[in-house]
């Protein structure tokens, strides 16, 4: 790490070297999008506009314990392997906050990535610059070390990766299945397999949720998960911040899609599988497919209970003839 004292902006780097070649590395650093999967602070990216070369970005990202959230330009130089960024709308404590990333080929299957910040703290404050440069060095230390894990796991990556999504058809206003899926609170008291929800919200439309879950196998387990709601568009996205066994990271989205007739509601799962976890959970000689295939059990039998007491809540209260 480089700090320069004495400025008023404040200029951090870090760097690592990573075994995987550097065109693999910088389409990771690309692929905001996949950030919340691939980075443990990054709770959702979305996209607001990108023409190949500049793109806007929305971020929500856990900063000492807490969701920051800001809007992002990036601009991506492939051929230089390197992704610049300025937040446009920036944390309360900033007064602006940019830097790059740059992956630069050391040889075959070798790199070295740098992450550059520079930043000043909103009127110059000490208590802020302070704050800023402790929340950046962990989040860019936190990011190296998780990239670092993916990039030399690169050939077995779409092994690691599980994607999938339940749905279910809703004869019903979709604000009752919104408030149903919101009202995390609650869950306890109609969803069988969740036996106890913590839930705060530290601010609107930010929850925080510790779960205990029963298991389809049984067993119960604890989840604690960030939550960004987003009722107008009917939409929760959702991370697992202290993960369960077999898991490395996960996040998802419950999504509402209404019509004339009703509205489809789709549980959406993302997850990097934990290798390490795989024979200590399963017994001696289970294989990473036997991993995939018991995650995927798990979470499908949770997201099924919840959608079909989601299609019960509204049905009962408002029959759509």
């Not at 971020?59 to 969701?67: I, T």
């Not at 920036?90 to 740059?102: F, P």
């Not at 610059?129 to 077995?156: C, G, I, P, Y």
């Not at 911040?241 to 209404?258: D, K, N, Q, T």
Request: with cysteine.
């Amino acid at each position: 790490m480089i700090w320069v004292p004495g400025e008023r902006v404040r200029r951090l780097s870090h760097a690592v070297e990573v075994a995987a070649p550097a065109g693999v590395v910088y389409q990771l650093i690309a692929d905001a999008e996949r950030w919340p999967l691939y980075f443990p602070p990054n709770v959702h990216v979305e996209r607001l506009d990108f023409d190949g070369v500049r793109e806007r970005l929305r971020m929500w990202v856990l900063a000492d314990g807490q969701v920051r959230s800001w809007t992002s330009t990036r601009l991506q130089d492939s051929a230089r392997r390197q992704v610049t960024f300025r937040q446009d709308q920036v944390m309360e404590q900033a007064e602006s906050m940019g830097g790059t990333w740059t992956v630069t080929e050391l040889g075959p299957g070798r790199c070295r990535l740098h992450v550059d910040h520079e930043f000043t703290a909103a009127g110059g404050r000490p208590e802020d610059t302070a704050w800023l440069e402790a929340a950046t060095v962990a989040n860019a230390r936190s990011d190296l070390k998780s990239l670092s894990f993916l990039a030399r796991h690169w050939q077995q990556l779409d092994e690691l990766v599980l994607s999938f999504e339940e749905s279910v058809r809703v004869k019903g206003p979709a604000e009752l299945v919104y408030h149903f899926l919101y009202d995390i609170a609650d869950w306890p008291r109609h969803v069988p397999h969740v036996s106890r929800a913590e839930v705060a919200e530290p601010q609107v439309g930010v929850q925080k949720a510790t779960l205990d879950l029963a298991s389809a196998g049984g067993g119960t387990h604890t989840v604690t998960c960030m939550r960004v709601c987003f009722p107008h568009a009917g939409r929760i996205v959702h991370k697992e911040i202290a993960p369960r066994r077999l898991i490395a990271a996960h996040c998802g989205e419950w999504s509402l899609v209404p019509d004339e007739r009703g509205v489809t509601v789709l549980a959406q799962h993302h997850v990097v599988l934990r290798e390490k976890d795989i024979e200590p959970v399963l017994g001696a000689g289970a294989t990473l497919a036997d991993a995939r295939r018991r995650v995927h059990a798990e979470l499908s039998y949770e997201s099924q209970q919840t959608l079909r007491l989601a299609r019960q809540h509204a049905e009962s209260a408002v029959r759509v003839l």
